[in-house]
């Protein structure tokens, strides 16, 4: 609060006031001051022209309240390695007219959508993120996603290392998909309804593997199997 006094002193010293409306700018409620309106409507699109910021390699607008569509132009910035666009309550929305909107990424290393809402996307989704050869984190968590295949055709994450896909309503068995990507450190299917059984030939290619979060699914049987083949494997 005392940050704020500071900040409005100062903009109050660059306004004319021969009115004297200033003298109710008192207490901490700004909403009572003369002259001063106040919206319960907050949330603002993220704006066209950072699309043609083409030099740019870092994008970071992580919660800061941008609501709407993702403009498609954020795929023109081709020279991005970091690109995060986590936000609350789902308000963020990839554009509906170009699932392939991130295919010309190809130098992104980090892609954080927590909190994205990929619903409409379906099964478009891991097609297009599979377009992105050099990532090393991909971060979906909280994305209203529906749709991880057991298998995929081609892989293409070579260099993956982090994957958060959790709090996501996949509902299969554990995807042998996700468990095939050699590179993983760090995976997290926490809160997905995932269901079934954890078998020993689950452990695949996992052998860098240190943190795995399989936390409010609705697994059974025992995960020792797949303890016995990690050892095997160091």
Request: a neutral charge; aromatic letters at 12%; proline letters at 6%.
């Amino acid at each position: 609060m005392v940050g704020l006094k500071i900040r409005k002193g100062k903009f109050e010293e660059g306004l004319e006031d021969p009115s004297r409306s200033l003298s109710s700018w008192v207490g901490e409620d700004c909403c009572k001051w003369w002259g001063v309106g106040c919206s319960n409507q907050t949330g603002i699109p993220i704006p066209n022209f950072i699309g043609s910021l083409n030099k740019s390699s870092y994008l970071n607008f992580s919660y800061a309240s941008f609501a709407e569509m993702i403009p498609s132009h954020i795929g023109n910035l081709s020279n991005l390695l970091y690109l995060a666009l986590s936000t609350f309550a789902y308000p963020l929305t990839p554009p509906i007219s170009n699932s392939n909107w991130l295919s010309g990424l190809s130098y992104l290393k980090y892609l954080r959508l927590i909190g994205v809402n990929l619903s409409e996307a379906k099964t478009d989704w891991l097609p297009t993120i599979n377009l992105l050869p050099s990532l090393l984190e991909l971060r979906l968590s909280l994305c209203l996603l529906h749709y991880l295949p057991q298998c995929f055709p081609s892989v293409n994450f070579s260099s993956l290392s982090k994957l958060d896909i959790s709090g996501n309503d996949f509902n299969p068995s554990i995807p042998q998909l996700v468990f095939n990507i050699t590179p993983l450190t760090d995976l997290k299917l926490g809160n997905c309804y995932l269901k079934g059984s954890i078998h020993k030939s689950t452990k695949g290619n996992l052998c860098n593997l240190q943190t795995l979060d399989l936390s409010v699914n609705h697994l059974s049987g025992k995960i020792t199997g797949f303890f016995q083949a990690y050892f095997e494997m160091q």
